[in-house]
């Protein structure tokens, strides 16, 4: 009979320390998540205040003044529109509407003759020939507008008046 005692108290006693230890699990376990959510949302209000400052100095936050400036209005394919604002003192940079929101572009020298202006901060890109112009999202590498066209591009092209002269051959 003592073995079966023994063996009873053995039982009860693994039974507890079973019990003890799910508890012990199931409190670590509440506690650990507490720990990381107060973390994580300090990180998160932490966050917001480094991307509220601008990237770089020369870019402008805020929307640029466009007092005094030649107005050029581009309609685009798909019924996309763009405002363009050049100032005639400073050629190296415009103000384009886009979406509702004005951004100050900055002149970026090319080897073939087009326009071409950047807002590195916001990854737009315009890009003006003579035949029309289209701004690019750089940072989703995708065309925001194609086939922009204002006033002056829109109108057809005028072809010289002369006629083709007529060439007269002789059957023999």
Same mark, same amino acid.
């Given at each position: 009979m003592?073995?079966?005692? *023994?063996?009873l108290?053995c039982? *009860?006693a693994l039974?507890?320390l ?6 012990h =699990?199931a409190?670590?376990?509440?506690k650990?998540p507490v720990?990381?959510a107060?973390?994580k949302s300090a990180k998160? =209000?932490?966050?917001p205040v ?10 402008e =936050?805020d929307?640029?003044a ?6 050029t ?9 763009i ?6 003192t400073?050629?190296s940079?415009?103000?384009l509407?886009?979406k509702?929101?004005?951004?100050? *572009?900055?002149?970026?020298g090319?080897?073939?003759?087009a ?9 737009l890109?315009?890009?003006g020939i003579p035949?029309?112009g ?6 989703l590498?995708r065309q925001l507008?194609n086939e922009?066209?204002?006033?002056e ?8 008046d =002369?006629e083709p002269?007529?060439v ?5």
């Open positions: 003592s073995i079966s005692k *023994l063996f108290a039982s *009860l039974a507890s079973s019990l003890a230890a799910g508890a =699990a409190a670590e376990t509440t650990t720990k990381k107060v973390k998160k =209000a932490a966050k480094e991307e509220a400052v601008p990237k770089t100095p020369d870019e =936050a929307e640029p466009v007092t005094d400036s030649a107005v209005e581009f309609d685009c394919e798909l019924g996309n529109k405002t363009i604002y050049a100032n005639t400073d050629e940079h415009i103000a509407r886009w509702k929101r004005l951004h100050r *572009l900055t002149r970026v090319t080897t073939t003759g326009q071409r202006f950047e807002n590195k901060l916001y990854g890109i315009w890009i035949a029309k289209m701004l690019l999202d750089s940072k590498n507008a922009c066209r204002n006033a591009q829109l109108k057809p092209v005028v072809t010289s =002369a002269t007529s007269k051959t002789t059957v023999q």
